[in-house]
């Protein structure tokens, strides 16, 4: 039982350059969510999706896509990396969101030179 | 700005002691979870305390919630060198625009 496979695990992009970020989890989750991790900043909700199919914007999902349409991926993209955008990203999936904890991946480190 | 905010955002014990760091909220609850960090790696989750519920215990883990005043605590009892990481607490507001909102993050140092 793997749980939330992040890939890559490091990136190192050019500004303009464009990515996909894979989140895979095998826990047959419907919600899934995707945050960035900044020192000082915490964890905030860039998209989040409540089932296949679905996105939602979140907290700061300017420069970001994402899509859904198989219920254990979850894709991140990047159409032009900036500079702003390094930072640590981290997928995260559910039952629900009733009370139940988030399984989180290891993260993808990403830096935008 | 952040819905939940950490204090102190750094603490550093001996082992063998208890640690407690604290975590303060801007609006209405359903629920606080709290979660473990360690460096390099993602977050577990640890506890999870609805807005009716005023303590749970769980192995060395003691969390607290006090809605009146908005604010949880997590206890961390007879701390051991792999208690060390950085711990969050994340609010699920009423409102539930943008699901669980995370604080900054306390960093625990516990020392051998």
């Known amino acids: 039982n793997a749980g939330v496979t992040q890939t890559p695990k490091f990136r190192v992009l050019k500004t303009g350059q464009s990515m996909t970020l894979l989140c895979a989890q095998d826990?047959?989750?419907?919600?899934m969510y995707w945050y960035r991790q900044d020192p000082g900043m915490g964890l905030r909700l860039i998209h989040y999706?409540?089932?296949?199919?679905?996105?939602a914007k979140g907290e700061v999902p300017d420069g970001y896509n994402v899509s859904r349409l198989k219920k254990q991926n979850f894709l991140l993209g990047l159409e032009s990396a900036a500079p702003s955008q390094t930072s640590v990203y981290f997928c995260?999936?559910?039952?629900?969101?009733?009370?139940?904890?988030?399984?989180f991946g290891s993260g993808t480190r990403l830096t935008v030179v | 700005s952040q819905q939940g905010e950490e204090d102190p955002q750094a603490l550093s014990i001996q082992e063998g002691e208890n640690a407690t760091m604290n975590c303060s909220y801007k609006?209405?609850?359903?629920?606080l979870q709290w979660y473990r960090q360690n460096s390099g790696r993602g977050l577990v989750h640890l506890i999870l305390?609805?807005?009716?519920?005023r303590e749970k215990h769980s192995g060395r883990l003691r969390v607290t919630l006090d809605t009146s005043k908005k604010s949880s605590s997590l206890l961390i009892t007879a701390s051991r060198a792999a208690d060390t990481a950085s711990y969050f607490c994340?609010?699920?507001?009423?409102?539930?625009?943008?699901?669980?909102?995370f604080g900054t993050g306390t960093r625990l140092k516990v020392l051998a």
């Open positions: 995260a999936s559910s039952y629900s969101t009733a009370g139940d904890g988030y399984t």
């Open positions: 826990m047959n989750h419907e919600y």
């Open positions: 999706s409540v089932g296949e199919g679905t996105t």
């Open positions: 609006t209405s609850i359903n629920n």
């Open positions: 305390i609805r807005s009716n519920e």
């Open positions: 994340a609010t699920e507001t009423t409102s539930g625009t943008y699901k669980y909102i």
